[in-house]
């Protein structure tokens, strides 16, 4: 079984809907993070959490918000999809004092 | 800034050696990492130097020069599997900035 699982997968959905992108890891990590990926760019931080109780934003943090439901669940939600949204989302893990080691599947969002 | 500088393309031949660079800005730096990412997948953790010097995992070596801002990351004895995107990326006190990518063609 995978480390870190993404789901969905993939997602299609129109302009002004609310979605949610979950990520789930069974590593014991505290350390949780969101990235994006647009083509041909690096990845980019939306937020991250050091542990249940401690969210922070990221880079590009505008449009999104997140929820740390339990050491190995932390979600991404985005309030009112619009289409430069659309990119391949990352959920990361690593263990305290380390930089995101262990990435999900990844999800491919498209906002139509 | 946060940026950091690869070269975006890089070929080589089945059975060599090649190296792929990064130069970085030094604010707030703490470490220098390199992921390979296949085609649709994921990043996968390479490496990463807090230090000057080499660090040696198998094929694949990384460097770091605090001094010059640069590091470099080492793939000896190229297989085609190998073809993927690199990516550097510069350690801050909470965070990781990426450069946007090396990506390698293996030829036989």
């Known amino acids: 079984d995978a480390d870190v699982t993404q789901t969905p997968r993939n997602r299609i959905t129109k302009t002004g809907k609310r979605i949610m992108l979950e990520c789930s890891q069974t590593?014991?990590?505290?350390?949780m993070y969101w990235y994006r990926q647009d083509p041909g760019l690096g990845l980019r931080l939306i937020y991250y959490s050091f542990d249940v109780k401690d969210i922070n934003k990221g880079e590009i943090s505008d449009g999104y918000s997140v929820s740390r439901q339990a050491q190995a669940k932390f979600s991404l939600s985005l309030e009112s999809a619009i289409p430069n949204q659309t990119a391949l989302y990352f959920c990361?893990?690593?263990?305290?004092?380390?930089?995101?080691?262990?990435f999900g599947p990844g999800t491919r969002l498209t906002v139509t | 800034g946060q940026s950091l500088e690869q070269p975006s393309e890089v070929t080589a031949v089945e059975g060599a050696i090649v190296q792929i660079n990064c130069t970085y800005q030094t604010s707030g730096f703490y470490g220098l990492s390199w992921y390979q990412q296949h085609d649709g997948g994921a990043p996968t953790f390479l490496s990463y130097n807090a230090l000057d010097g080499l660090e040696e995992t198998g094929r694949f070596s990384s460097f770091l020069s605090r001094s010059d801002s640069y590091g470099y990351l080492l793939l000896q004895e190229l297989q085609m599997k190998d073809s993927a995107s690199y990516f550097c990326a510069r350690g801050g006190a909470n965070n990781l900035f990426f450069g946007t990518g090396t990506r390698l063609t293996v030829i036989p």
């Open positions: 990361a893990t690593s263990d305290a004092g380390e930089f995101p080691r262990y």
């Open positions: 590593k014991g990590h505290d350390r």
